[in-house]
């Protein structure tokens, strides 16, 4: 048995098992990470799916990362290079008529009419604003309503609250009459461009169990917009090393990092935590732990239903995980044409706002969209390494696809959702089928399976304005404590959320120095 | 069978021992309890409250809420759903118990009845399917709501003995308050009896199959008439209960489901079972809201007996100390005939359930020929249950 010379583990060294980590290990603690797969970085993650081909296998942009976590922890000088640090968009059209928007979300969008430049100006300005009022909220423990706040959390729901109160009178009523609309009501009644208004409709649900007109989906275009403010970066060597040199910067405070240490049980004396089983039957004596995985599994798995009251069990069971994205990677012999689209770009394909809802009506009822919608990113575009010279790879996330498929996911569906895609990337890239010598399908139970995200909730629990804040993962666990003393929570199934970001790791690692 | 889509016609459920209390229903003096109708009383309060105490009475149980816990892990499971510590219960024995949420607010009181390793039967007063369902995640067990799958008889009194020996049970003699037995009643067949009661005098209940119960009922009654055996209905029985200091679940306090108000909901601690608290068995629903409570000092009510001056019964009046601050409310009163005092339970705000001494007054409002006299009077609080015969725990019980 190892001496304890540890007083905390962190389950799961993913980008917010990381961010704890080092937090807490510059905040004094002597920390050990365990992570189950062979290699730290949970969603960020760059693999080999062909031999030769390599893509990042989860996420595969990013939006969110922590700007303190950046800051205190600098991976820059471990190693962290932005091979993109803010990338254009481009909205792909089937007869060639793209629309790209460069800088900031779109700051400039050369492709629009006159009026709908100034339209669309108007708007994007709006967004900013309403989503900078959320922007402190993703740094605090949430509060909880009518206690007040804790002592450090004031400053931050000042923050918001002067945030709201700068944006003046007539501001803050658009702000409170937004807040809780869908996406598709605001593009329409301020934009006219089919194109512009489905990238808005296709970003305001990636990755969630909604469509444009469903509501509150405006809430996630905010939440999107209130990470880089509308930067798109990419890390140079793909989302594998930006995990590598996070890591290496955690493990400079001192922290340990251990793969292929799958926890299986959580241990306790009836009381409070008293430390983990490894699968294989290791024990580690530890008195505080922090789980980065899902909540539910966290729970319910690994300490169980019996060491919890019934209202949490209940709570946590219900927390709604509907994944709708699938991935697929492909592998092909020369640069794909998206009918003179900048493969550099991220390249999306949502033609309108309709078009995204109608691709969401199939998941309702348990089907993939016949037409989905996508997003495209080339990493062998921008550098040598994901592909044999002059060969090239694309990784798609798509959707909707539902986690549970009515009448199974058999090899059947997946073959039929692979051709659903195909047939959206032909009428974009006339000829890219031909091109494919290799292709990797994820469908939303793949990813579930194989990196443990429960129903394919790429979140850990869907984002949805009912499961944020003090709603996140569930009420009575929201403020990374749990009933249990010494287990804590603070993946994405925790606020803020997922995303590559590490706010939920930093933000509990500051709760938990604060309660220490 | 019928036709469910007509279930409005006959909004309440009718008992198995519905014919016979039809019959001797004389004044058609009827409530609804828990979707059944039930009678109030038999044509006579007095008499049948003196046949508990005096002689022996048969009370339907029928409509309580019963739920077989069935499984491997049914014993952990109870453990972690109620109060009191479940591992150590003896096949055959019987616990009265409660349970909580997580806030450590109290959600009903039961009894619970154990007929072997696995098998358990829960009564009481609410529903709580769901609840229970979503306490057996992760637990090998199952839940079935067995309701009306089994009839109940109390039968309470100082002669119910000497009634199940002439009926044919003189083998109950060596049965022990809160133990259960099965036992072959002439006619009647298996029955499953339980020294157990709502009366704190002695007194059984017997379950049995619901196409059995006319029989049992028909075969006590003869057995029973040279020992003044009568049904007695729930008004007979509340005195009853009252003076055995038993709270309803309800009535002397709100189940945390039912509670609107958020001041409504109550801790054991507060209702007078902090008895029942085994803070040492493990984890258990409300265990760290409870320890918290106790901890942190923020129970803020208690549930105590009162004793009051003169004889007209203070239902519902409001507690004072001295003669403005009010510090309660009385939830269940009496002029009690057993024990010829003006008895009362009532939930008091803290210390004053312990620091009152002699400045407690209640105000009752008597109503005498359309005219209210109001009425302050002072109270004592005093030792729960008031009337505890030592013929309750009595093993054998005494022939009367």
């Excluded at chain 1, 007040?148 to 923050?159: H, M, P, Q, R």
């Excluded at chain 2, 039809?22 to 009827?30: K, R």
Aim: proline fraction near 6%.
């Amino acid at each position: 048995m190892p001496t304890p010379s540890f007083d905390t583990i962190i389950i799961g060294a993913g980008l917010n098992g990381l961010a704890c980590a080092g937090r807490l290990a510059q905040g004094g603690a002597k920390v050990l990470v365990l992570e189950a797969a062979d290699q730290p970085g949970g969603g960020a993650l760059t693999a080999e799916f062909a031999p030769g081909y390599r893509v990042d296998r989860l996420a595969h942009l990013v939006t969110h990362l922590d700007g303190r976590m950046l800051s205190a922890l600098k991976p820059e000088a471990h190693g962290l290079n932005w091979a993109v640090k803010s990338m254009p968009t481009t909205v792909l059209s089937a007869e060639g008529r793209h629309l790209t928007l460069t800088g900031a979300y779109g700051a400039s969008a050369p492709g629009l009419d006159p009026r709908e430049a100034r339209r669309w100006a108007d708007l994007r300005a709006r967004l900013l604003r309403h989503a900078e009022v959320l922007r402190p909220l993703r740094e605090i423990t949430p509060p909880l309503p009518g206690k007040g706040g804790a002592k450090g959390n004031v400053v931050a729901l000042g923050k918001a609250g002067l945030a709201l109160r700068r944006l003046g009178r007539e501001e803050m009523q658009e702000f409170l009459r937004m807040i809780l609309i869908n996406v598709h009501d605001v593009t329409e009644e301020s934009l006219t461009d089919d194109r512009l208004r489905g990238l808005l409709a296709f970003d305001a649900t990636l990755g969630a169990f909604l469509g444009p007109r469903s509501p509150n989906s405006l809430f996630l275009l905010w939440h999107r917009l209130s990470g880089d403010a509308g930067h798109i970066r990419w890390p140079s060597g793909g989302m594998g090393a930006l995990a590598a040199a996070v890591t290496r910067a955690v493990e400079a405070t001192g922290a340990e990092i251990r793969c292929k240490a799958r926890v299986e049980r959580l241990l306790t004396d009836g009381d409070r935590i008293t430390g983990v089983r490894l699968e294989g039957g290791e024990e580690i004596t530890v008195s505080r732990v922090i789980s980065t995985i899902n909540p539910r599994t966290t729970l319910l798995d690994l300490l169980g239903a019996r060491e919890i009251d019934t209202g949490l069990v209940r709570r946590v069971s219900n927390i709604r995980m509907r994944g709708t994205t699938a991935k697929l990677h492909l592998a092909l012999r020369e640069a794909p044409e998206f009918l003179g689209a900048d493969l550099r770009h991220r390249l999306v394909i949502a033609p309108s706002s309709e078009a995204v809802e109608l691709a969401f009506n199939a998941v309702k009822y348990g089907e993939f969209s016949a037409e989905p919608v996508m997003e495209i990113m080339s990493p062998s575009a921008h550098e040598a390494g994901f592909a044999p010279e002059g060969h090239h790879v694309l990784s798609i996330v798509a959707q909707y696809v539902p986690f549970v498929r009515r009448g199974g996911w058999d090899a059947g569906a997946r073959d039929g959702l692979k051709a659903a895609i195909m047939a959206r990337l032909e009428a974009h890239a006339p000829g890219i089928g031909a091109l494919v010598t290799a292709s990797e399908l994820l469908a939303t139970p793949d990813i579930a399976d194989r990196h443990g995200l429960v129903g394919g909730s790429w979140h850990q629990g869907d984002l949805a304005v009912e499961q944020m804040l003090f709603m996140r993962p569930a009420i009575g666990i929201a403020r990374y404590a749990t009933p249990v003393p010494g287990l804590w929570l603070a993946g994405a199934g925790s606020h803020p959320g997922g995303g590559i970001s590490g706010a939920a790791g930093w933000n509990a690692a500051n709760e938990i120095l604060g309660a220490a | 069978m019928t036709d469910q889509r007509h279930h409005f016609r006959q909004p309440l459920q009718r008992s198995p021992f519905h014919p016979r209390i039809e019959a001797a229903n004389v004044l058609n003096a009827w409530a609804p309890w828990a979707g059944y109708t039930t009678a109030l009383n038999f044509g006579d309060v007095a008499m049948e409250h003196s046949a508990i105490r005096s002689t022996a009475s048969v009370y339907d149980v029928s409509p309580m809420i019963k739920y077989a816990i069935e499984g491997p892990d049914a014993v952990a499971y109870l453990d972690r759903l109620t109060l009191r510590r479940v591992a150590g219960m003896p096949v055959g024995g019987v616990q009265y118990t409660a349970w909580c949420n997580d806030a450590g607010h109290v959600l009903d009181d039961g009894t619970l009845f154990r007929f072997d390793e696995t098998r358990f039967r829960l009564c009481c007063q609410e529903r709580h399917l769901p609840w229970l369902l979503d306490s057996a995640i992760g637990f090998d067990v199952t839940i079935r709501d067995v309701t009306e799958e089994v009839a109940g008889l109390s039968l309470q009194g100082p002669t119910s003995f000497a009634v199940l020996k002439a009926a044919g049970a003189a083998e109950l003699a060596d049965l022990k308050p809160f133990r259960m037995a099965e036992v072959r009643l002439g006619p009647v067949g298996p029955v499953t009896v339980s020294r157990t009661g709502f009366t704190a005098d002695l007194g059984y209940e017997l379950w049995v199959a619901p196409e059995r119960a006319l029989d049992l009922w028909d075969h006590l009654m003869i057995s029973g008439r040279l020992h003044g055996i009568r049904p007695v209905g729930t008004e007979a029985l509340n005195i009853a209960r009252i003076e055995a200091g038993f709270i309803t679940a309800n009535a002397d306090f709100v189940c945390a489901e039912h509670a609107l108000r958020p001041d409504r909901a109550r801790q054991p601690d507060e209702i007078g079972l902090d008895w029942m608290v085994d803070l040492d068995k493990g984890p258990f629903n409300g265990r760290a809201a409870i320890r918290a409570a106790r901890r942190d000092r923020t129970l803020k009510w208690a549930l105590v007996g009162l004793d009051i001056e003169g004889n007209i019964s203070a239902e519902g009046s409001i507690v004072y100390l001295g003669g403005r601050k009010e510090v309660g409310q009385i939830t269940a009163a009496v002029w009690s005939p057993t024990t010829k005092r003006n008895i009362a339970l009532a939930q008091l705000l803290r210390p004053w359930h312990r620091d009152a001494g002699d400045k407690l007054r209640v105000e009752i409002y008597a109503l005498r020929e359309l005219q209210y006299h109001k009425l302050m009077l002072p109270a004592r609080v005093v030792k729960r249950p008031f009337f505890n015969p030592p013929r309750r725990r009595a093993t054998p019980p005494a022939m009367f």
